[in-house]
Every structure is written in C-alpha cells, then in structure tokens.
C-alpha cells in the first residue's frame, strides 16, 4: 500500500513521560492551527490499593488549556498491556474523538473469554469513536493523520502518521531498546519483523517517537529517533538482520520475560476504550483471572 506521507508538514509535538510505566504520551499539534491529537495516554493506578488517580491525564490537559488547543482526536496505538488509558476522562474534560485499530474485536473476542466476560461486554469496538483500517486517514485541524496497520506485539497495533512524524506504539523502541515483545495472545514475532519493515520504508528522515523507553544500560530516557537511524543502528532489526534471525532472537527473547506487572488490569480497562468494568452493583471492579495468561 502506499500511504500519503506528507514530509513537509511539521506538527509540534510534545512529550510526557511517565516514570511509573516507562510510557510517553504525546501532545501532537497541527502546526497551522490551534488543533491537536493526543497519542497514548495514561490513567495512574495503584494497583496495591485498587486506587485510580488522574495526575498523568491532568498534566496533558493543563498543557491542553494553557495553550488554548482544541482536542481532535484521542488515540491509542494498541491495547496496551502496560499501562491503563485515560482516554474517556480525557474525552470528558476536553471532548475529541477516541480511536482505535480495527482488530481491537480480535482483542476483545480473546481478552473477553480470559476475563469471561458477559453478553454486556460488546465485542465489536462499540466502545470507541473511530476504528480505523489500513491506510484510513483523518484531520487534526488542518494537517492529515493516517494509520499504518502494524500486528505482531498484538493483532490490533498500529503506527500513526501526522506530517513528519510517526507515533510508533510498542512495534518498536529506540534504537538500543530494539522490539516490542511478540508472546502475547494473537502476537507473532514474524509478523512483528513483517510491521517493522513497513515503518522502516517511510522517509530516512520521518521522525519516530516511541510509546516506551526504558533507560538501557543506564542511559537517560529517550523517546525521538529517525527511520534512517532505527534502520542502521536497531539492535533487533538493524543492519539487514534477516527475518528469521528476528523470530529466533524475539521467541527465546519473550521466553524469559515476565508478564508486565500490569496486564491485568490493563487489558480490561483498555480494550474498554478505558472505561472501568463494573459489577452488577455498578461497582467499579476487576477480574484477577487464575493461570489464565
């Protein structure tokens, strides 16, 4: 497929980091309008206590308002395993748009049976705005986005492209970070190395920002790369390394990897669009399913 890579728009893009799950979240402006998107945000939890808190969505808001943006889209690269999406108190506060990948049904069909959810739980991305495919574009303000289908970390994972810069969620890390983990239901390291070489054929010089960093070897946390630098120096996929190569490493790799302290909680949040499930009390309540991931 060949997407509208559109090089010479430049959105202004601002990152927050969140030290308690190693995400940044993005604020990312349409350089031509007060309209903006924000990529992958967080809803704080203390998982100990069952508490949920908002300083993370708080601080994107307060940015939000201080520079007087409007709030078009609200997305989520992936259902992510690690961290839970403030996307619905974000939507309150500042209305936009939330967006997901198509597959999220695939997501929702597995995770559904694991957390043996009921016939209330829909299946079918209802939960969301937007569903987007392949290829599919949008607006913020001026400037187009489009989403590149990306499966391999999960089925529903997808890069997304505004001006010269693309939101990479977990399909890849900074250089010396390499590659998302491809063991998770509906995850395949080849597809992943697959995913890989579509971000790596935009642009040398397109602006990747990553989902995650996690400080290797001491160093301080990054988040900002270029095609060209991920495609000369990615310890995973840089270089030429061959596809099965990748499967290899990624398959002994994922096997001595913990489960992300929280998948639990995550997952059922998050392929909810973020809302919190609820008992038949209408009790805000989650699951801990036994042996089950």
């Known amino acids: 497929m060949t997407y509208p890579v559109q090089m010479d728009v430049k959105p202004d893009v601002s990152a927050h980091f969140d030290e308690a799950t190693n995400t940044i979240s993005y604020i990312v402006k349409d350089p031509a309008s007060n309209h903006c998107a924000i990529i992958d945000s967080v809803m704080d939890i203390d998982y100990a206590a069952g508490r949920i808190t908002y300083d993370h969505a708080d601080a994107l808001i307060a940015e939000v308002e201080r520079r007087k943006l409007t709030l078009d889209w609200i997305?989520?690269?992936?259902?992510?395993?690690?961290?839970?999406?403030?996307?619905?108190?974000?939507?309150?506060?500042?209305?936009?748009?939330?967006?997901?990948?198509?597959k999220i049904l695939v997501v929702q069909d597995t995770f559904g049976k694991v957390f043996n959810e009921g016939t209330e739980f829909q299946r079918d991305g209802s939960q969301f705005d937007a569903l987007f495919k392949d290829g599919d574009t949008y607006m913020v303000g001026g400037m187009q986005g489009f989403a590149i289908?990306?499966?391999?970390?999960?089925?529903?994972?997808?890069?997304?492209?505004?001006?010269?810069?693309?939101?990479?969620?977990?399909?890849l890390f900074m250089p010396d970070g390499g590659s998302a983990r491809a063991d998770f239901p509906g995850g395949d390291a080849g597809e992943l190395y697959d995913s890989i070489q579509k971000?790596?054929?935009?642009?040398?010089?397109?602006?990747?920002?990553?989902?995650h960093d996690?400080?290797?070897?001491?160093?301080?946390?990054e988040w900002e790369t270029t095609v060209a630098e991920q495609?000369?120096?990615?310890?995973?996929?840089?270089?030429?390394?061959?596809?099965?190569?990748?499967?290899?490493?990624?398959?002994?790799?994922?096997?001595?990897?913990?489960?992300?302290?929280l998948i639990i909680p995550s997952l059922q949040?998050?392929?909810?669009?973020?809302?919190?499930?609820?008992?038949?009390?209408?009790?805000a309540m989650l699951k801990v399913p036994v042996n089950a991931l």
């Open 149 to 171: 289908y990306t499966p391999g970390h999960t089925p529903a994972c997808m890069v997304h492209v505004m001006g010269n810069a693309a939101f990479a969620g977990d399909t």
């Open 231 to 261: 495609k000369a120096d990615n310890i995973h996929v840089g270089g030429g390394k061959t596809r099965e190569d990748f499967i290899k490493f990624r398959t002994e790799r994922d096997a001595q990897l913990d489960m992300p302290r």
């Open 214 to 221: 996690y400080g290797p070897n001491g160093r301080a946390i």
């Open 269 to 283: 949040v998050n392929m909810r669009a973020g809302e919190i499930p609820r008992d038949k009390d209408g009790n």
């Open 75 to 102: 997305i989520e690269t992936h259902v992510h395993a690690d961290h839970l999406s403030a996307a619905p108190y974000i939507q309150q506060k500042l209305g936009g748009r939330i967006g997901v990948g198509d």
């Open 199 to 211: 971000v790596l054929s935009l642009p040398d010089d397109m602006r990747l920002f990553m989902c």
